[in-house]
């Protein structure tokens, strides 16, 4: 007994089998594609800014620790950073388990301060805390600062 060879086949589909209406909503949808994709709006990703700070560039390193009342190092607080003319925060952070973070920003004169979200924070005994005060510190070129956030009753 002799088995048949198996073939593989060969299918070809043609757009022709489409009605008009199947050709006409696949032609506006991709009109509607590519118009969405060209604007930036619907589709940021797409266009998405390059980072202002690339990592290639020189950069300065803003390095901080967040104390507690305590003066035990605090975690998971929120670390805003702005110019100092500016009023919104341009950079958002959290400390880590040490109560430690760090931050690149651009090299050159510039002034900034630094504060701490705390809403919502309490220490163990229910106590709410508050930030002594706001830190400004002065970078020059390309260099690391060191400060700390001590945080009050």
């Not at 590519?34 to 930036?40: D, E, Y």
Request: some cysteine.
């Amino acid at each position: 007994m002799r088995r048949k060879k198996w073939r593989a086949k060969t299918v070809t589909s043609s757009l022709r089998r489409l009605s008009f209406r199947a050709h006409l909503l696949l032609c506006s949808f991709a009109i509607i594609f590519l118009v969405a994709a060209s604007t930036p709006r619907l589709f940021p990703s797409a266009h998405a800014a390059p980072s202002k700070l690339k990592p290639t560039d020189d950069y300065a390193l803003i390095f901080g620790t967040v104390w507690g009342p305590d003066n035990h190092p605090v975690y998971g607080i929120k670390v805003e950073i702005r110019r100092a003319p500016g009023k919104k925060p341009h950079w958002e952070l959290y400390s880590d388990h040490a109560g430690e973070f760090a931050q690149r920003v651009p090299a050159g004169e510039a002034d900034y301060v630094i504060t701490a979200d705390l809403k919502g924070v309490k220490t163990k005994d229910g106590q709410p805390v508050r930030l002594q005060e706001p830190v400004t510190i002065h970078v020059e070129y390309d260099e690391r600062v060191d400060m700390s956030l001590h945080l009050t009753r």
